[in-house]
């Protein structure tokens, strides 16, 4: 299993951002997928979820109205639209196959994650 994620960066507070992850060696189309942030010196903690489907989404209260979660089970990625970013969104983001959209059960071990940085 290999989970890639890009699309970080550096941007202003009130910037935006599309974060990709790609996703092979399981069957992408079959699970549930979440992303995840883990900021320095804090515990990873779950931002969003979306069904195999697409037919549900999950958001964590803090990004609710500037996060949007996608797929697209023909390439197998999971995509988050960030807008709006402020600094205390600066954190090393991750993906990962869950057992359910809104848990953050994960299934496979973690990607190399893609850093963004909200700062002016």
């Known amino acids: 299993v290999q989970l890639v994620e890009s699309g970080g960066g550096l941007v202003q507070p009130g910037g935006s951002l599309k974060l990709s992850c790609e996703a092979s060696?399981?069957?992408?189309?079959?699970?549930?997928m979440g992303w995840f942030r883990q900021a320095p010196g804090k515990e990873r903690e779950s931002v969003a979820g979306?069904?195999?489907?697409?037919?549900?989404?999950y958001y964590a209260d803090f990004v609710k109205g500037r996060f949007t979660i996608s797929r697209d089970n023909g390439l197998d990625r999971v995509y988050l639209q960030l807008n709006n970013l402020r600094p205390e969104d600066t954190a090393l983001y991750y993906c990962?196959?869950?057992?359910?959209?809104?848990?953050?059960?994960?299934?496979?071990?973690w990607g190399q994650g893609t850093q963004v940085t909200v700062a002016s």
């Open positions: 990962n196959a869950v057992a359910d959209y809104s848990r953050s059960n994960y299934y496979y071990p």
């Open positions: 060696g399981f069957m992408f189309s079959s699970y549930d």
């Open positions: 979306i069904t195999h489907s697409s037919g549900a989404t």
